[in-house]
């Protein structure tokens, strides 16, 4: 299976700073990468697939990055409501895998 | 607008089968050349993706590490796809999800999760 690694596993920012997230592959996936955002309780929304498209609906302060193994989730100006935990996914290979997920707590 | 809805028990007893259901609304299970997956999260944990069916039930692909416990089936006349995992144990305490992979670009599918059930909460406990 390809590992999927995420860092940081938390942060913790204020309202209007930009936040970066990075995903790591344990092999190369060109760019078959997606984000989700997960809200307590709620199921995962994707936000960002083949590794830089915006999905339909996400505002444009999410952005993505990368290709091969490296990849980075950039959200330009932090607000409230993206208090969340965002995860990685792979889907270069079978099975897909996520990465263990980045908390990002609000200031 | 799709919809995706678990059910299912919301306990089940260790060595026994676990089986949910998830049921269409919105569209058929039938339409179009997707797939149709189940993804299950740990208390507190990451997503682990446990396998999918293919749209016309001709083909099914598993998680290594549950392939022998899991079979994932359609039923086009209910438009309802299920899950069953046998043997279970407390390891498979999780909340389960129902997801399509639907995102298209040319004419590939990318393999991202597009929509998603609400989740159910499954127990093993005696």
């Known amino acids: 299976d390809i590992q999927m690694t995420q860092s940081p596993s938390s942060l913790s920012a204020f309202v209007g700073d930009r936040v970066t997230i990075t995903c790591r592959a344990s092999q190369s996936i060109s760019t078959y990468l997606n984000w989700y955002q997960q809200k307590p309780g709620k199921a995962p929304n994707l936000l960002i697939y083949a590794a830089s498209t915006l999905h339909s609906g996400v505002p444009s302060r999410f952005s993505g990055s990368g290709s091969g193994a490296d990849f980075t989730l950039t959200i330009s100006s932090l607000q409230p409501e993206d208090f969340a935990t965002y995860y990685c996914q792979q889907s270069y290979d079978t099975p897909p895998t996520f990465g263990g997920g980045t908390k990002v707590e609000i200031k | 607008q799709l919809q995706l809805q678990e059910s299912g028990p919301g306990l089940v007893k260790p060595s026994e089968t676990l089986s949910l259901t998830c049921t269409v609304s919105?569209?058929?299970?039938?339409?179009?050349?997707?797939?149709w997956d189940w993804i299950r999260q740990p208390p507190g944990k990451g997503l682990e993706w446990i396998g999918s069916?293919?749209?016309?039930?001709?083909?099914?692909h598993y998680n290594p590490s549950l392939k022998s416990r899991v079979t994932i089936s359609l039923d086009t006349s209910k438009n309802q796809f299920s899950l069953m995992l046998s043997s279970v144990t407390a390891a498979d305490t999780a909340v389960y999800y129902c997801?399509?992979?639907?995102?298209?670009?040319?004419?590939?599918?990318?393999?991202?999760?597009?929509?998603w059930g609400q989740g159910t909460m499954v127990t093993v406990s005696s």
């Open positions: 069916v293919y749209y016309i039930g001709t083909t099914t």
């Open positions: 919105g569209g058929s299970i039938t339409r179009s050349s997707y797939y």
């Open positions: 997801a399509r992979p639907g995102i298209w670009s040319g004419h590939s599918e990318v393999g991202a999760f597009d929509i």
